[in-house]
């Protein structure tokens, strides 16, 4: 048998190999998303039985999170991002404060996640986003959604973000910048270094959205008026306060309603209003 013919042969049993996988795989993945369908009917069936309405478009299979911790982090980095290269720890940093000073001001790290920073630091950059963008980036910040300049007085104006982690966000949390008369003179709020290790410490993985919307249901005694109307769908971490000192997050499910936002906790199935 020829080369050429042999060629062929190969190329004819790869084509019908492909086929018979796709024969396999589409009708499964057919059947699949027919149940979830299924599931999303029932659910916003379920929902409009208790007078709350949602739009199915935010009925989303969301990712599998599991709770994690993240280990200690160096704060030189960041510290250098808002104070300069000339940035030195100072020697009344404990274990679950971590503070570095410089010229240009100073900057408490907690343990806990809380930033509080008094400079006088030029800006770098044609504005103050640029100039916040690239601090973040030397901070070791991954941002999830940067929030509108607010105006505060004349000259003053404040800039906001909010963090990811491992490409979710993080909620309950902004980190702002205020800016004066062409100059950085404070960053307020939350950071959470991801320069650690980082750890899964629970077995099972987040509930489903349609798991954590049937909790909500569930807790309407508890809760009392949950509103009448989904408006919101957002799968993220919250920080858990732990014994130790590490940063340990939950995954969980924001949940905004007409009337009021929940978190559904995605390990535990705990539902709380957020405050």
């Known amino acids: 048998m020829s080369g050429r013919r042999i060629k062929n042969l190969i ?14 795989v589409v009708p499964g993945k057919l059947s699949a998303q027919r149940e979830e369908s299924a599931l999303h009917r029932g659910l916003t069936e379920l ?3 208790y007078g709350v ?9 969301g990712e599998t999170l599991y709770a994690i911790e993240l280990g200690e982090a160096d704060a030189s980095a960041a510290a250098e991002a808002l104070l300069g290269e000339a940035a030195e720890a100072d020697s009344s940093s404990t274990r679950y404060e971590i503070l570095y000073s410089a010229d ?18 030029a800006v770098g950059g044609r504005s103050y986003e640029q100039d916040m963008q690239r601090r973040l ?36 949390g902004t980190l702002t910048f205020t800016y004066q008369d062409g ?23 987040c509930i489903s959205c349609a798991d954590a919307l049937t909790q909500i249901l569930a807790s309407r005694d508890a809760l009392g008026w949950v509103g009448s ?27 905004e309603t007409d009337t009021a936002v929940f ?8 539902v709380r209003q957020a405050e």
């Not at 989904?230 to 732990?242: A, D, F, N, R, V």
């Open 11 to 24: 190329l004819l049993i790869l084509a019908l190999a492909v086929c018979f996988l796709l024969l396999a």
């Open 47 to 49: 929902l409009a039985s």
């Open 53 to 61: 309405s949602i739009d199915p478009a935010l009925l989303t299979p």
């Open 104 to 121: 240009s001001g100073s900057v408490s790290f907690s343990r806990s996640g809380a930033l509080h920073a008094e400079l006088s630091a």
């Open 137 to 172: 980036r030397g901070m070791g910040y991954t941002v999830w959604q940067t929030q509108p300049a607010v105006r505060q007085a004349d000259g003053v104006y404040a800039l906001g973000v909010e963090q990811a982690l491992l490409g979710m966000p993080v909620f309950g």
């Open 183 to 205: 100059a950085l003179r404070a960053a307020d709020g939350v950071f959470y270094p991801e320069s650690g290790s980082i750890a899964r410490v629970s077995e099972e993985a």
């Open 229 to 255: 109307q989904i408006t919101g769908m957002q799968q993220g971490y919250l920080h858990s306060e732990t014994a130790t000192s590490a940063l340990r997050f939950t995954p969980v499910w924001r949940v």
């Open 263 to 270: 978190y559904v906790n995605g390990i535990t199935r705990e």
